[in-house]
Nanobody, 123 residues
Framework: QVQLVESGGGLLQAGGSLRLSCAAS????????MAWFRQAPGKEHEFVEA????????YYADSVKGRFTISRDNAKNTLYLQMNSLKPEDTAVYYC????????????????WGQGTQVTVSS
């Protein structure tokens, strides 16, 4: 089992920056591929970015290309999402997820999920 706890969400104006964190605990979380998803009101979960357990491979959604960066610190068992140039359409609950399998952009590939952290971007 792996437990995931997100933090760092908040309310800010468009153009601002925010860094989300996801603290992992449990069974060797640093060996898991991890990802960020988000869910806006009335919409399905949307893939944001993913990273392999060693950090050598990353995937990202076109909607965040050049603005968001995923990273991880395996020594601290923590996943990060640096979000720059935020837009109102980035408003959502952001979730981190983990899988013992390979890196993936598909929600169903991930076995463990955090409770989410709210990000609200005003225009």
């Amino acid at each position: 089992q792996v437990q995931l706890v997100e933090s760092g969400g908040g309310l800010l104006q468009a153009g601002g920056s925010l860094r989300l964190s996801c603290a992992a605990s449990g069974r060797t979380p640093n060996r898991y591929s991890m990802a960020w998803f988000r869910q806006a009101p009335g919409k399905e979960h949307e893939f944001v970015e993913a990273i392999s357990w060693f950090g050598s491979d990353t995937y990202y959604a076109d909607s965040v290309k050049g603005r968001f960066t995923i990273s991880r610190d395996n020594a601290k068992n923590t996943l990060y999402l640096q979000m720059n140039s935020l837009k109102p359409e980035d408003t959502a609950v952001y979730y981190c997820a983990a899988t013992p399998g390979g890196i993936s952009i598909r929600r169903r590939s991930y076995d463990y999920w955090g409770q989410g952290t709210q990000v609200t971007v005003s225009s």
